[in-house]
């Protein structure tokens, strides 16, 4: 159960995806002047070390950030993530979901923050710390049914458990579903794998043992909820591999705010052929609902 440890996939291209969506969501939120609150379910430590032993086991950062080569004609939130990234590749480091949002929000924003791994939570409170930050030792799930809704109304949820279990995919949809009853307003940011061939038609979690399967089942079920839109950001770095291994990743979105779809289709643009590992390389961004 705490095996999982995002140091040795800090930095990677599922980061990149999910980092730049994240950042473009506390950019819409603080269009207005009033303050919002930010749920991290999944926080690990909050900072990486890209010289530990665990990164450089792995080298997941060299076929992520290190492959981002920005010019000036990039997006402006492509520039924006590169340039936050690249003030902490100079002390070979990469700021995880909880250390971008601290650098974005402002005094009237709060930052709620949980993690369930006992050397994760230590190292999330080493790094991070301040008056507005709130760091919570539970499971991300539980705490963010019993931690909603919070009392500032506007807020945003950044979901992204490391799927070991085969359980979670199906946790994400409870909660998520639950949440929202309650909290009808907030954005929710679902980050999700997508890992080797699918091994069978089914589309149902029950049905299916492959992990893209689970990742499909879960894009389907969200679908089928009574959200006011459903947003799918799909970037796929490489073709899909009979020996497995996570060719890309995606981030589906709930009250998904205007114009995210462009933005994110135009950074899309621009990073795919640099995160590129083949030809198969790919990105679509899809209204699954639309509001």
């Given amino acids: 159960?705490?095996?999982?440890?995002?140091?040795?996939?800090?930095?990677n291209h599922g980061d990149v995806l999910k980092h730049i969506c994240q950042m473009m969501l506390i950019n819409k939120l603080k269009e207005k002047d009033k303050g919002f609150e930010y749920f991290d379910t999944h926080s690990g430590a909050g900072v990486y070390d890209l010289q530990s032993q665990e990164a450089l086991k792995t080298l997941e950062f060299k076929q992520g950030?290190?492959?981002?080569?920005?010019?000036k004609n990039s997006h402006v939130l492509v520039n924006q993530y590169h340039e936050l990234v690249t003030a902490y590749q100079k002390f070979n480091q990469y700021p995880g979901s909880p250390e971008i949002a601290k650098s974005l929000l402002r005094e009237q924003d709060k930052l709620t923050l949980m993690e369930w791994h006992p050397q994760e939570v230590k190292n999330l409170k080493q790094n991070l710390n301040g008056k507005n930050i709130s760091i919570h030792h539970r499971d991300g799930f539980e705490g963010l049914i019993a931690l909603t809704p919070p009392a500032l109304k506007r807020g945003l949820v950044l979901i992204d458990p490391p799927y070991e279990l085969e359980s979670e995919y199906e946790q994400v949809l409870q909660t998520v579903c639950k949440v929202h009853k309650r909290w009808a307003t907030g954005i929710f940011a679902i980050w999700y794998p997508l890992i080797s061939e699918r091994k069978t038609d089914e589309n149902?979690?029950?049905t299916t043992n492959s992990k893209l399967g689970k990742s499909q089942s879960l894009i389907t079920s969200l679908s089928q909820q009574p959200f006011k839109n459903l947003l799918n950001i799909e970037l796929c770095v490489t073709s899909p591999s009979d020996f497995g291994g996570m060719y890309g990743?995606?981030?589906v979105i709930i009250n998904a705010p205007w114009q995210l779809d462009v933005n994110m289709e135009k950074s899309l643009q621009q990073i795919t052929p640099l995160l590129a590992q083949d030809s198969g390389a790919s990105f679509k961004v899809e209204w699954l609902i639309e509001g």
Wanted: hydrophobic share 40%.
């Fill in 1 to 11: 159960m705490f095996s999982y440890r995002h140091s040795f996939h800090a930095g």
């Fill in 65 to 71: 950030i290190e492959r981002l080569a920005i010019d």
């Fill in 204 to 206: 149902s979690f029950s």
């Fill in 249 to 251: 990743s995606g981030m």
